[in-house]
Structures are given as C-alpha cells and as structure tokens.
C-alpha cells in the first residue's frame, strides 16, 4: 500500500474546487447537523459569524469560500472529511424508538484537525486500521484522530472520542458551556487555564468552556504501546465564538 498520503496537507480555499457531488454532499450534511442541534439557518448563522444567505448558499451545494465553509462547521463541531462522507453521516435517533446502539464495528476514524488532509477515500480506510493510526502517529504526521457515534441526538450531549499521539489543542469546550473528559486508555496530562493535571484510565475530568484544552500524552508512545484514549462529553451546546476561530 502507498503511504505517501500521510504527508499530504492539501489546503481547498473555494468549494467551488470541489467537484458538484462534493458540494451537494456537504450542504446536506450541514443541512442535517443543523436541524438535529435544533438550529435555524438564522440561528446558526448568528453562532457562526455570518449572514443567514450564507447558511442557504452553503446548504444549496454552491460555492462559498472556505474560510466561511470553517466557520459555520465550528459551531456544528464537525470536520471537513466527516461533511465529505456520505456514507458515514450518522443517523438521527427515531423518536418511535426506545433506543438506538452503536457497535465497536460502526467505529469510523477521521484525523483531527480542522482542515484534515486525509479526505481521500484512501486515506480514511487505512486509518481505520489501528497500526496504521499508530504509525502515522509515531512520525509525527498526525496528533490525534477522532471518531463520534454513528448517530445523533437532537437534544442529547454531544460524544466523541479521541485517540491522542501527540500534544494539541482541543476545540470541544468552545462549543458546549459545560464538559466532561473521561479517560478510556492509557494516561494524558492536560493543560487548561494555566493549570494541569493527569487524566488516566477510569478518571473524569469536567470543566466550564474554556479556549485552550491541551492534551497530550504523559510519555512517548513506544513502538508496542497503544495511544491513550478520552470520551468528550459535552452538553448544553453554545456553538463557536467566531472570532475566535483559529484558520
């Protein structure tokens, strides 16, 4: 297999690069995430920063720059390469139902970044792979991939996990005004408001919004030893402070 895509960074700075489909697929998709967090096309134009035509031109597939296509997906809390995939947009929890499960097996990781290089079709199912994930992660091409349910709830919490190599900063607490990271594998020191603390396995750590969780692991990560985990939880979403949107 070519792993040459773990060093590619391509930055689109028009949607109108991409192709008609692409367009389509993330205007549904915004379209979708939109109305499951309860929100107008007004309403999250407001969170965002921008003009409700904006929000109609986005959902319609025509082509925006992206610096705006960014910053209406922040307070969404999605990436790029989750908007682009149509076969994995989770599914909206069916109020005729008492429940709905998600396996290990609907697991489906993205690499977390705000712009993630690793849109291609290629790229997605190889790091689906955990030793792929951990090699990429071992370079240094890669901090930390993420994936979230395979379904949404319109007024639930907002759940992801994160799979971390290396140190970074993390944007969940800028879209919920209260948070809880609770620790699944290994052990992470954690930097926020000037203090820090570690977080391992079975711990819980909660917080208010804050900008500028960092997260790392407390040691390198040897060749045999598999990255440390967290569950973000988050509730009572606010959406993203525009201008403070980091491009």
Known sequence: MDHSYGKIRTTIRCVKELSDHQRTVIGR???????????????????????????YTIEQGKPVLMKTLVQVTGPLNMLL??????????????????????????????????????????????????????????????TSFRHALSFVMSKGPGLVVYEVYGRQE??????????????????LRVHLDGKETILREGDALGG???????????????ADREAPQFLAVGSDRAGQNAKRIRL
Request: glycine share 10%.
């Open 81 to 142: 390469a989750e908007l682009l995939n149509v076969d994995r947009s989770p599914r909206q929890v069916d109020s005729s139902q008492p429940f709905f499960l998600h396996r290990r097996e609907d697991d489906f990781w993205y690499e977390n970044a705000p712009l993630p290089g690793g849109g291609r079709a290629d790229y997605l199912e190889a790091i689906q792979s955990p030793g792929e994930r951990r090699r990429l992660g071992q370079l240094g091409l890669v």
């Open 29 to 55: 998709n915004i379209a979708f995430f939109r109305r499951a967090n309860g929100l107008t096309q007004t309403e999250l134009a407001e969170k965002a920063g921008v003009d409700r035509r904006t929000i």
């Open 208 to 222: 208010k919004s804050l900008f500028g969780v960092i997260v790392e692991p407390t040691v390198p990560l040897a």
């Open 170 to 187: 993390y944007t969940f607490a800028q879209h919920y005004l209260s948070w809880v990271m609770f620790g699944l594998r290994g052990e």
